[in-house]
């Protein structure tokens, strides 16, 4: 399995630019994808093939990345972000990241 | 507008079986792959296993192999998860997503908690 690694948690201030990481432990070419979960909330999906954002998804949000170092940004950052970010790679059978949990201060 | 409603969770013993169904609607349902991802209590997301649109390829992550079955019925645009030999580890809210070009999961509903327990 393609393993997805990703920093625990942030804490930003609202109006700040914030930037979440996500490795893959082999290269999945731009197969890569963001997903937003609020807490008792299913996953809503923001960034699909690496870059590209989903229709309804705020322009505040974007993605990069390519190979095995992705990135989601969120520029800026509102009070309503706070949740926790998962990347999914779909190079192969899919996998998840462990999440990162943003919190405003 | 598309909905995936989840039905058939609950409290089961360990190693006794579950049916999960999905409903959907406000979309073609026959012209989607479809697919089961698991989240256990304060954890991260698992998928399950996927579907073909006519039901013709199924794929399972290992760990449910033999023991779980995804399955169809497009007369009715019910997606349905078959879970056998149940174990502790299996306690999870379990999502049905239609599954997008390229593995993406664009829809989501919004879960069944299913908890194996003595």
């Known amino acids: 399995d393609t393993v997805l690694t990703q920093s625990p948690a942030l804490a930003v201030s609202p109006g700040e630019r914030v930037t979440i990481s996500c490795r893959a432990s082999?290269?999945?070419?731009?197969?890569m994808h963001w997903y937003q979960q609020k807490p008792g909330q299913q996953p809503k999906l923001l960034i699909y093939?690496?870059?590209h954002l989903e229709s309804g998804v705020p322009a505040r949000f974007s993605g990069s990345g390519s190979g095995t170092d992705f990135t989601l940004t969120i520029d800026p950052v509102e009070a309503d972000d706070t949740a926790t970010y998962y990347c999914?790679?779909?190079?192969?059978?899919?996998?998840f990241g462990a999440g990162t949990k943003l919190e405003l201060k | 507008e598309v909905q995936l409603v989840e039905s058939g969770g609950g409290l089961v013993q360990p190693g006794r079986s579950m049916k999960l169904s999905c409903a959907a609607s406000?979309?073609?349902?026959?012209?989607?792959?479809m697919a089961w991802v698991c989240q256990a209590p304060k954890k991260g997301l698992e998928w399950v296993a996927t579907?073909?649109?006519?039901?013709?390829?199924?794929y399972y992550r290992d760990s449910v192999k033999g023991r779980f079955t995804i399955s169809r019925d497009n007369a009715k645009s019910t997606l349905y998860l078959q879970m056998d030999s149940l174990r502790s580890e299996d306690t999870a809210t379990y999502y049905c997503?239609?599954?997008?070009?390229?593995?993406?999961?664009?829809?989501w509903g919004q879960g069944t908690l299913v908890t194996v327990s003595s």
């Open positions: 579907i073909s649109y006519d039901g013709s390829s199924t």
């Open positions: 093939l690496a870059s």
């Open positions: 999914q790679q779909s190079w192969n059978d899919p996998t």
């Open positions: 406000g979309f073609t349902f026959n012209n989607y792959d």
């Open positions: 997503a239609r599954r997008s070009p390229f593995q993406v999961f664009a829809y």
């Open positions: 082999e290269s999945v070419s731009t197969l």
